[in-house]
């Protein structure tokens, strides 16, 4: 699992827009107005986008849900959304990062059969797919759609698994779909303590196994700005300057530029 620098510049949707500078990158956030449990408004989506330049980040890859019954969001209407985002945020105030779009996926039958047939939304490059599971229990097949996602070129990213129970008390069962091909990502809140002290103990232990591929805000709201903050500066502790870069810098990059070949 290497840190080695990504590539120096990466395309995100927009298609003439690229990253060239030093800054994070997060992949993971819900800063598109009214389409899932993120913001709510656009004074809202620039005060969250605002804070993430503060704290760094040069670009940010908005993940709405597509979850059944809940968020039945579809790439189309994503695309859509996003692209009204960006038009409205043309003459922003304040200096906000490059907008990506991808989308957190739920991992039941319909979302996979969305996978199958190439209409989920992808990370920009292609190369990379989010998704997230039940936080109680995890799916009985995961094996088998991580190794059907790889059949099709895709790296499946998992969503924040500190979070998930089956991952509290030991790494045995992610440790074996990372060897599957996995790419865990840490979301920095649960090292505030945002989510609790399990998920926050979850996320150390994994950090110290080394099997954090990269690292996001996960943010849905402004006010959790602070929580962000905060878990930056414990990972940066924890694991050092260097290795926080690589989970924020670095491997993003590689995520969207090749999928983390070789990871």
Not at 98 to 108: P, Y
Request: aromatic letters at 6%; charged letters at 25%; a negative charge.
């Amino acid at each position: 699992m290497s840190a080695a620098d990504g590539p120096e510049a990466i395309a995100l949707e927009g298609g003439s827009i690229a990253l060239e500078g030093p800054g994070f990158v997060d992949l993971h956030s819900h800063y598109v107005p009214a389409i899932d449990d993120g913001v709510r408004t656009l004074e809202d989506a620039v005060a969250l986008l605002a804070g993430l330049k503060e704290l760094g980040f040069e670009a940010a890859v908005a993940t709405p849900h597509i979850k059944p019954g809940h968020f039945d969001n579809r790439g189309p209407g994503l695309r859509a959304a996003h692209a009204r985002l960006r038009e409205a945020l043309a003459e922003a105030p304040a200096p906000l990062p490059i907008l990506g779009l991808a989308a957190e996926h739920w991992l039941d039958d319909v979302v996979f059969r969305l996978i199958q047939a190439d209409e989920a939304v992808r990370y920009p490059g292609g190369k990379a797919l989010l998704f997230e599971l039940p936080r109680e229990q995890l799916p009985a097949n995961l094996g088998q759609v991580i190794f059907q996602m790889r059949l099709k070129g895709i790296r499946p990213v998992l969503a924040h698994p500190e979070r998930y129970r089956p991952f509290f008390k030991d790494s045995d069962a992610l440790e074996g779909f990372v060897s599957q091909g996995a790419a865990p990502l840490l979301d920095v809140m649960s090292l505030s303590g945002r989510y609790g002290r399990r998920p926050r103990k979850a996320a150390e232990r994994i950090l110290d196994e080394g099997l954090y591929a990269a690292a996001c805000s996960d943010l849905h709201k402004p006010k959790d700005l602070p929580h962000v903050a905060e878990g930056m500066a414990r990972l940066e502790k924890r694991v050092g300057r260097a290795e926080m870069h690589a989970l924020f810098s670095a491997r993003p990059r590689r995520l969207l530029a090749d999928g983390l070949a070789g990871w």
